[in-house]
């Protein structure tokens, strides 16, 4: 998938899953609570972050594995397989599945 693709994809994915707002412009990302929680990174790929149960699941359903954004692993974060992505609504749940993991965090935001 191009990133061109994967973009539009992920726009579509946010405008199915209500309460979800896009941000970013070179590298789209999700957040809520004062956590990002969705992002497409420089390789093209794109991660959602998920609860440990979640991302066990889609390990062995899927092979997702983790997610890297600038070389860094981001912790709690899947890699979403090309396989996934062409399953109908997968990534617009694990958008809302998402969403609900970091809003249940306490919240987020610049440390002083």
Known sequence: M???DLIAHFEQAI?????????GKANPYTSANGHM???INKDDQLGIRLPKPRQKELLDL?????FKSYGATMRDYVCLT????????????LLQEGLAFVSAMPPGGKKT
């Open 62 to 66: 899927y092979g997702a594995g983790p």
């Open 37 to 39: 929680f969705s992002q």
């Open 15 to 23: 405008a199915a899953a209500p309460g979800i707002e896009r941000k």
């Open 2 to 4: 191009t990133r061109d």
């Open 82 to 93: 090309e396989e996934m992505l062409s399953v109908s609504g997968l990534t617009e749940t």
